[in-house]
Nanobody, 125 residues
Framework: VQLQASGGGRVQPGGSLRLSCVVSGFTWDDDDYGIGWFRQAPGKEREGVACIGSRAGDKYYAESVKGRFTISKDNAKNTVYLQMNGLKPEDTAVYYC?????????????????WGQGTLVTVSS
């Protein structure tokens, strides 16, 4: 299983970015799975941002991003997206996507088996 995250960059406060996570090695249509987005700011622990599972309604957000970020998936493209609107300086971090099979999503970093490389998001004026 491999995950490839992309889409990071520098934006001004209030701006938007869309991150993509291309996942290979999952059986998207048959098995249960969970894909999460996490972030780690300098000097801070990695934290869960949002996650999505294979089952309808299996979707969760951190309180800090609710109403601003939207996680979605395109099974045909094996890709999970994180649409980030209303970005704030405190959203600055390296963002990672992670995956796990046979169970749904969770916001716990320790429960994912596969991790992609990070993509840097910088929110600054």
């Amino acid at each position: 299983v491999q995950l490839q995250a992309s889409g990071g960059g520098r934006v001004q406060p209030g701006g938007s970015l869309r991150l993509s996570c291309v996942v290979s090695g999952f059986t998207w249509d048959d098995d249960d799975y969970g894909i999460g987005w996490f972030r780690q700011a300098p000097g801070k622990e990695r934290e869960g941002v949002a996650c999505i599972g294979s089952r309808a309604g299996d979707k969760y957000y951190a309180e800090s991003v609710k109403g601003r970020f939207t996680i979605s998936k395109d099974n045909a493209k094996n890709t999970v997206y994180l649409q980030m609107n209303g970005l704030k300086p405190e959203d600055t971090a390296v963002y990672y996507c992670a995956g796990r099979q046979l169970v749904g999503c969770t916001m716990s970093t320790g429960l994912y088996d596969y991790w992609g490389q990070g993509t840097l998001v910088t929110v600054s004026s």
